[in-house]
């Protein structure tokens, strides 16, 4: 079974530290056999969730593919900046989006039973560790089997090399392992 992986960036900046990070991870689930979907949550622009729109507009199309995505997917690569602490409102609103039910699926089917590792990283000393635990909790609420281990990866500024892998090898080791875990994980529960 060829494990099937969405990787994305809880941040839309065009040089997000944790789009850098997810990809790292990314290749590591890949070097284990996987087959790794990156997005970029810019490319899914999706308007703050509003249940009045919902009703009146029905999901937005950048929603509903996103959605369609997720289901599509065994496991998830999340890298997720801190905001204040928190998790930031981009990915909130992803998954606000991608958790309403759909006609003829399963309750939460973006979420139920997928394999998740979290990570982030921030020019801070915590390396965006804080706004982890809301993440966690927000996907273990929805289901997901998020992965005990993560990683946060402060001073960002200087973490990267210009082909966007880690300057600490022990580090970019770390991280690509934390997504080849996910891809074994998935493996070993669809075996
Ligand atoms: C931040 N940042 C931040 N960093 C941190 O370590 N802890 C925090 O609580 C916050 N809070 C925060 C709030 C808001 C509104 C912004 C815009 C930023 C800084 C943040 O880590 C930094 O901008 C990162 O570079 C964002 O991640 P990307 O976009 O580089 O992936």
């Known amino acids: 079974y060829t494990p099937k992986i ?12 944790n789009k850098k990070l997810v990809q790292v991870a990314a290749n590591g689930a890949r070097a284990v056999g996987a087959q790794v979907t990156y997005i970029d949550l810019r490319d899914f622009p999706m308007p703050l969730f509003d249940e009045d729109l919902e009703k009146e507009e029905g999901t937005p199309e950048s929603a509903r593919k ?6 599509a997917h065994d496991g ?3 890298a997720c900046p801190e905001y204040n602490s928190s998790i930031t409102p ?11 039910p759909g006609e003829n699926e399963p309750p939460l089917a973006a979420f139920a039973d997928k394999v998740a590792a979290i990570m982030s990283a921030s020019p801070g000393a915590l390396g965006g ?4 635990v809301t993440v966690r909790s927000i996907l273990g609420n929805i289901k997901v089997i998020v992965l005990p281990d993560q990683i946060a990866v402060p001073k960002a500024y200087e973490a990267f090399n210009a082909d966007g892998s880690l300057v ?7 991280v690509e392992k934390l997504g080849a875990n996910v891809a074994n994980v998935v493996a070993k529960l669809k075996a």
Do not use: C, H
Not at 168 to 174: A, F, G, L, R, V
């Open 6 to 17: 969405l990787a994305f960036a809880g941040s839309t900046r065009k040089d997000s530290y």
């Open 66 to 71: 996103f959605k369609e995505l997720m289901i």
């Open 76 to 78: 998830l690569l999340i």
């Open 90 to 100: 981009v990915l909130k609103n992803a998954i606000d989006w991608a958790s309403r």
């Open 129 to 132: 560790l804080r706004g982890l």
């Open 168 to 174: 600490d090898p022990k580090q970019q080791e770390s």
